[in-house]
């Protein structure tokens, strides 16, 4: 009962076998516990990828009543499996208001465990709105590192900054990280979310909607400077649709 290093998958072949699991350097070991013997005669097998001197490795099989049977182990080497990139999210969703910043991280994996994952570099597309063809470019979007190399066995973080441009439509736009090099590519979805300034209820008078008496109050304000250009737009846009705000 195993890993097999063709399929990797884990193969069963003696029912009510447990195996303990790959022994990934944490020096514990790894083993084989098989319940309910009866007579049936059982050959082991150690594959691994190290050796010990002179190829094998003599251990002791314990039995349920505290009978040791001596055996010897024939140790065979086994390629190394290919590095895998693997990360736990497939999508992040930061919320921002126009100017304003969203920031978030991403954990990437190397799986396997046998070889490091080298020269991975880290694109963005730009975010489309997914209502109409409103667009955040990509270069509002910075990420930590552009390049990154991850530790067999090991992960890494990399951190995400959405900035939300000034005038940006409110609504859902999508985007995507793409983190690959020569061997694999892994892309994580951009879920942005920009929504309505809460500002922006003040000026709707009826049926929550911005009528010509909330957008003269909005232009007032805004000559007074208690509030800015953004929201003074935000109040035209919604004086103009005649949209609900709420």
Known sequence: MTRSYDTGEIVTEIQGAEHSGRDLGSNNGEWVTLNQ?????????????????????SSTVQTTNDDGIEFTLDVTEVPLQPAELTSQISTINPNAQATETASTSISFEEANGDQSLEDLTVTTSDLSHVDDESTIGANSISVSEEMLSIPAGEREQL????????????????????????????????????????????????????????????IEDWRTDDIGTDLLREAIEAWRSDDSVV
């Open 37 to 57: 013997l009866d007579d049936d005669q059982y050959e082991v097998e150690l594959v691994g990828s190290d050796t010990h001197q002179g190829g094998t490795s």
């Open 159 to 218: 951190g995400v900054t959405v900035h939300v441009p000034e005038g940006a439509a409110i609504g859902e736009y999508e985007g995507i990280i793409t983190v690959e090099n020569d061997e694999q590519s892994l892309a994580i979805v951009i879920d942005l979310s920009v929504p309505l300034s809460v500002d922006l209820v003040k000026y709707a008078k009826t049926d929550n909607k911005v009528t010509t008496e909330g957008l003269r109050e909005a």
